[in-house]
């Protein structure tokens, strides 16, 4: 409900109208209550035609601007909504790619999605229509009021039976929270198994998997099926209260109301007009209930929504250094992840001069990709400093320095859309030419240029369709036009085959000729050989420095 009044309070010249054009429509809409009272006292009365086409012109010019103001309301309330929307999808957008990496990580991915889509349930659930909806409900009042000026006993009865259907909706709406929410849950839970069948159908296949996936999948759909059933009976029991509420309604207000024509103290058309307004006043309550469930939905979205948008967001400014030169110093550094026993690191001092070669190596899970996030700037140490060119990363601005950084990520991810927009997303006015003879420089040449579209080639998937040592090789194409002086690369070798090595040798030592900064996470024998520091992190918790100085070859060499 809230987010309803947040919507109409976005303009408050807006909002005035709102409210204005409302009570107009629900004005007019007492014409045909007050057109059926006059034809019947009136017309009939007196038989005068006159009077007929004088009421029949006021009834129809009555709905012309009813209609015409309904239209222009809408019009507006869809402006203020889409206002909303937009406002809501751009905080999610930052709140997804601005939150603080290591607290988004936490998320798992299915309720991130989950939250993403969210968007859609909030732009449904507190549309323009709904908007208008709950507008005209206090004016359902205004109905009862008028049926008040012309009964007040029926006038009673009408709130009476109003009263009931609302306390029956407000019962069962307060049951829907549960079912709803674990049909929220389980969402979720599905959204994982869908994953499974989409991005793991190999797996699946391949390990027979698909039995014990069907139990999960058939066990959450059961789930869905007999809290589904909840909802629908607790959404018929609303439906069913509003149905029968209309009839009743009619009943009591033409049985009672005969009685008081016969009692002398209405006539039979103010009878009429009396159950026209009764039933109008009716529909407008049951309409604005009838929002509940709705309103119950866009809220638990919105919530969730809130859940990304209330991480703290990273930096959005900080010092810029200009192009760094790249030398770095950890000092006492420490880093572990929320509940791991042992940290990643503990007091880890090293200092690296510009333009030399510094490998990180170590068994799987002994934090390579944690270190090559330290350096982008995506985690920050739980202590001490990482300090580049003298300067604490946690100063600089997260946005400069991520320019400054060549980054090859562990598992090459691309976003959709075409090659060339992924390769030279950092350096966009690199002209065809320089992309192609880096590719060809990388051994990938082949796979662009022999496609039909190039660097047209439109990627989907986050690339999971283009193999993996291609991929890796892509993405390190896309690193380098970046241009940074420190180049960062997550495992640069693996899954790459002895060619693709051989062209990223040759790259490393013309990034070492160009005086670059490279730290590399690798097991690589060719790439331990050319370091100039190797940092073994098998060493818990305080990495050990292996070999510092002199590279044992000269140059990057595969082979
Ligand atoms: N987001 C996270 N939350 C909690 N623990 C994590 C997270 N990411 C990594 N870890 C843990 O931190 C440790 C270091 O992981 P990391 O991925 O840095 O190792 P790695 O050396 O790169 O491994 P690999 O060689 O397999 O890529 C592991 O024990 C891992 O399980």
Partial sequence: ???????????????????????????????????????????????????????????????????LLRNARLRVAQWLCARADTELGE????????????????????????????????QQCFGA???????????????????????????????????????VSLLAQRRLREPMEAQSRIAIQMAGYQHNLTAGGEMVRAFSAADALKEKWRACADEQAEQRAQLNRLQNTMQNASYAGTLILSMVIMGLGAREVLAGNLDIGSLIGCNILASRALAALTRALGLGEQIGRGQRALELARQLCAIPRERAEGVRLGQTRGSLRFEDMAFGYPKQAVPVLEHF???????????????????????????????????????????????????????????????????????????????????????????????VGAFVEGGAEGLGLVVRNGGGSIPLGIRRR??????????????????????????????????????????????????????????DTVIDLNHKPVPRVLRDGKPAREGVQHG
Avoid at 35 to 48: K, T
Avoid at 384 to 408: E, F, K, N, S, T
Avoid at 423 to 440: F, G, I, Q
Avoid at 520 to 526: A, K, R, V
């Fill in 349 to 443: 001092d090293y200092s690296l001069e510009a333009g030399k070669v510094l490998v990180f190596t170590g068994a799987n899970g002994s934090g390579k990709t944690t270190l090559a996030r330290l350096l982008v700037g995506l985690l920050e140490p739980s202590r001490g400093h990482l300090l580049v060119d003298g300067m604490d990363l946690r100063q600089a601005d997260p946005q400069w320095w991520r320019r400054q950084v060549a980054y090859l990520p562990q598992e090459p991810q691309f976003f959709d859309g075409t090659l060339r927009e992924n390769l030279c997303v950092l350096a966009p006015e690199t002209a065809d030419a320089k992309v192609l003879e880096l590719c060809r420089e990388l051994a």
């Fill in 1 to 67: 409900m809230n987010e309803f009044f947040r919507r109409i309070a976005l303009q408050p010249r807006l909002r005035l109208e709102l409210w204005l054009s409302s009570l107009l429509i629900n004005l007019l809409g007492l014409a045909s209550s007050l057109y059926s009272i006059h034809v019947l006292n009136r017309y009939l009365a007196l038989g005068v035609d006159a009077t007929l086409v004088t009421l029949t012109l006021g009834a129809v010019m009555a709905v012309g601007f009813e209609v």
């Fill in 474 to 531: 892509l993405a390190l194409v896309r690193a380098v036009l970046g241009g940074g002086q420190l180049v960062v690369l997550d495992d640069p070798t693996e899954g790459v085959d002895a060619e693709g090595c051989k062209a990223i040798a040759a790259l490393l030592s013309r990034l070492v000729r160009e005086g670059r900064t490279l730290v590399m996470m690798s097991n690589e024998s060719f790439i331990l050989g050319a370091a």
């Fill in 129 to 167: 229509p709904n908007l208008v909806t709950l507008l005209d409900t206090p004016f359902a009042f205004v109905f009862v009021v008028v049926l008040g000026m012309l009964s007040p006993f029926l006038a009673c009865m009408a709130l009476l039976v109003m009263a009931g259907v609302t306390l």
């Fill in 91 to 122: 905080t999610l957008f930052e709140g997804a790619v601005r939150g603080q990496y290591a607290l988004v990580e936490q998320l798992p991915h299915t309720a991130r999605r989950e939250i993403l889509s969210g968007q859609s349930t909030v």
